[in-house]
Nanobody, 126 residues
Framework: QLRLVESGGGSVQAGESLTLSCTRTGRPPYVAGQYFMAWFRQVPGKQREGVAVIQEGVPKEFADFARGRFTISQNNDKTTAYLQMNNLKPEDSAMYYC?????????????????WGEGTQVTVSS
């Protein structure tokens, strides 16, 4: 069973940076690089929204609010995905979740992902 564990959240001031990590473990057989790994975020009362997605080390898509400020990357064996967030804004405050799936139809649609982490909180103060 696939398991995802996020880390790296915290409280920062506007303009600062944070890097989130998501490590994927699971029982073989699986081929690490075949999974899409994505970051989503959610604030209370709102739908979970996609942030960025990567597959086999190649970033696939970014949400409009993330493009130019956030980068997504993976480690060499593709089991960990990183979300580097720069120039953070108060509106970036949310619970950030990592998700994984072999073949999401829509890369930034939450319902297309079968495995989820517990989330890590990001709070940006002005």
């Amino acid at each position: 069973q696939l398991r995802l564990v996020e880390s790296g959240g915290g409280s920062v001031q506007a303009g600062e940076s944070l890097t989130l990590s998501c490590t994927r473990t699971g029982r073989p057989p699986y081929v690490a690089g075949q999974y899409f790994m994505a970051w989503f975020r959610q604030v209370p009362g709102k739908q979970r929204e996609g942030v960025a997605v990567i597959q086999e080390g190649v970033p696939k898509e970014f949400a409009d609010f993330a493009r130019g400020r956030f980068t997504i990357s993976q480690n060499n064996d593709k089991t960990t995905a990183y979300l580097q967030m720069n120039n953070l804004k108060p509106e970036d405050s949310a619970m950030y979740y990592c998700a994984a799936d072999r073949s999401p139809d829509r890369w930034l649609r939450a319902s297309d992902y079968s495995a989820w982490g517990e989330g890590t909180q990001v709070t940006v103060s002005s």
